[in-house]
Structure formats: structure tokens, C-alpha cells
């Protein structure tokens, strides 16, 4: 396990991935029952951006430090849509950008002290900051497991009710396969959960077939989410990132409709050379 993701915190893939995620948060807020949060790759769930990881990369920059300063003058749709990820980052910073959050602060940001976040990461020492940083949430459990098998341990959640984020590092090739394997699996047992999907967008071959398995499964209703920053060339560079969503919250859609054009706008490398997409995948529900 080469991967560590404090060279990455904050980068263009990660503000897209975390502003849907709040999203998809506010959307269970809305019903009085809890809910359970798994994040299967955690992380250690907070970053300092001035450490030399983060400094090595520079990676914030062009992601979290572009949209701060971008955003009080994004039209106020777009403000308010993003406000519940940029409280986060205006309480963890006082007046200068230094400490981005992981996921799993984005998700305890969010949830309620009747529900429940379940944190998992295999890395040794990213588990134990990971530890140091959520033991004083009563909410919050973490656990020193594979991804794929705490998937098979604690679904269904007794809530009936939750959210499943799957964002490995995609060290290897096979980790599309992986994660088509293991949303298979949890489906048969909780498929009534929504489940958010990353893969980075640099082979799209290997994309076009993830896509294609995805929608011969039987899913429910399934989004694919795109947030392309560059156009497809000959080299697989690190050119977009993807989500899928299962069960989306039905406003997802529309919302996406207005944040992500702006966000292409503020990410793209040269005027013009990013896009989005938001493809319904599986239209049918259960
Ligand atoms: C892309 S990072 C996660 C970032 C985090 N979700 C966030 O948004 O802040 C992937 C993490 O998965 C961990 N990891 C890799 N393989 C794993 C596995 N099989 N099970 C659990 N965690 C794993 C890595 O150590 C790394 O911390």
C-alpha cells in the first residue's frame, strides 16, 4: 500500500467529490430518522495543506484554493449550494486556507448524533491518525479493515437508511473490478442503500466497460457523474473526475445541473477544455 493521500487532499477531484457528497448528506437530513455513513476508504480524514506532502504536490491549489476565492462572486445558486461544504472549511481555518477535510470529516460535519458514521482504513498509520482524529465522536467508529470486507461485515446497517461512499486509490487496474464486485455483493443485502462510486477518468476504455457492466446490473436508479478538466488525449493522464451514485436523492440531479458547469468552469486547464456529464445509467427503480 504505496498510496497516501495527503499528496492529493484538496485537489479538483476531491472538492467535486466532497461537494456531492454534502449534498447527498443534506438530502438524508431532510427525514427525522437516522442513518448510517460508511466510508470504505477513509483516509485519516483531515489534511494539513502546508505539510510537506501536500507542498510536495501542490495539488490544492488548482482545487480548494481556486474555489475559495472563486466563490463569493459565483452566482448564489451555486453559493448556496456549496455553503454546507464551505462552512466546514471556514470553521477549520481561520483567516488564511491550511487544513482541508477528509471525508469523513465532511460526513461528521453533517450527521446527527442519532446516526452513525462507520470509518474504515487498512493503512496502519493512516488508521491510527485516523483514530486520534474521530475518538472523541461518540458517532463515529473506525475500523482497521478491507474495504471489501467491512462492506460484507456491516451491511445492511439496522437504520435501514444510508450512504455508502467506495473511493479506493486505484493503485491497480483491477480496482474498477473490485469495486464492481463488492457493489454487487452489498446490493443483495442492502439495496435500498445509496451508494457513491469514484474512479478517476484516465483510461477511458477501461471507463466504457465499468459503464457497461454497471448498466447491465441490477441496480436502481444509477447516475454517472462526470467533471472532465481537460479534453481526452492519447496519453491515460488524470484528466476528469467520475461518480456514480445508486439511489441518488432525487434532487441530486438537479442540483449537479447547476453546480457542475461552474465547477468545470473554475477546474478546466485552458478556457474550453473541460466538460460534464450526468448520464442516468439504471432509470428504473426497484
Ligand atoms: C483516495 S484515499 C481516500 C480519501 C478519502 N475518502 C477522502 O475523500 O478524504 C484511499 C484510501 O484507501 C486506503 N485503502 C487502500 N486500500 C484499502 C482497502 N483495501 N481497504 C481499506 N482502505 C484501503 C488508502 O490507505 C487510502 O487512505
Not at 38 to 61: F, P, S
Not at 127 to 155: C, G, I, R, S
Not at 201 to 214: E, G, N, T
Request: charged share 25%; glycine share 6%.
Amino acid at each position: 500500500m504505496n498510496y497516501r493521500h495527503a499528496y492529493h487532499a484538496g485537489n479538483f477531484a476531491d472538492v467535486v467529490k466532497h461537494i456531492i457528497l454534502t449534498r447527498v448528506l443534506m438530502y438524508f437530513k431532510r427525514k427525522d430518522a437516522p442513518f448510517f455513513v460508511m466510508d470504505t476508504h477513509a483516509g485519516v480524514g483531515r489534511y494539513d495543506l502546508k505539510g510537506v506532502e501536500a507542498q510536495k504536490t501542490r495539488e490544492a491549489e488548482t482545487g480548494i484554493a481556486r474555489l475559495m476565492k472563486a466563490l463569493p462572486n459565483a452566482p448564489k445558486e451555486v453559493r448556496e449550494l456549496c455553503e454546507p461544504f464551505t462552512t466546514l472549511l471556514n470553521d477549520m481555518n481561520e483567516d488564511k486556507l491550511q487544513h482541508y477535510p477528509g471525508s469523513p470529516m465532511v460526513a461528521q460535519s453533517l450527521i446527527r448524533r442519532t446516526d452513525r458514521l462507520s470509518l474504515v482504513e487498512l493503512h496502519p498509520e493512516d488508521f491510527d491518525e485516523l483514530t486520534v482524529n474521530f475518538n472523541w465522536a461518540k458517532n463515529t467508529k473506525t475500523h482497521h479493515l478491507d474495504a471489501w470486507q467491512a462492506m460484507k461485515a456491516q451491511l445492511p446497517p439496522n437504520e435501514k437508511r444510508g450512504l455508502i461512499l467506495v473511493d479506493p486509490p486505484f493503485e491497480d487496474r483491477d480496482e474498477f473490478n473490485a469495486i464492481l464486485r463488492a457493489l454487487y455483493d452489498a446490493q443483495k443485502r442492502f439495496s435500498k442503500g445509496t451508494y457513491m462510486l469514484w474512479y478517476p477518468i484516465k483510461d477511458l476504455q477501461m471507463i466504457a466497460s465499468f459503464s457497461r457492466v454497471l448498466s447491465g446490473m441490477d441496480l436502481g436508479r444509477t447516475l454517472d457523474v462526470r467533471v472532465m478538466i481537460d479534453r481526452p488525449g492519447s496519453q491515460a493522464k488524470f484528466i476528469g473526475t467520475g461518480m456514480v451514485i445508486v439511489n441518488p436523492p432525487y434532487v441530486l440531479e438537479k442540483e449537479l445541473k447547476v453546480l457542475l458547469p461552474w465547477l468545470v468552469k473554475l477546474f478546466e486547464v485552458v478556457p474550453g477544455s473541460g466538460s460534464h456529464s450526468i448520464y442516468e445509467l439504471v432509470g428504473e427503480q426497484k
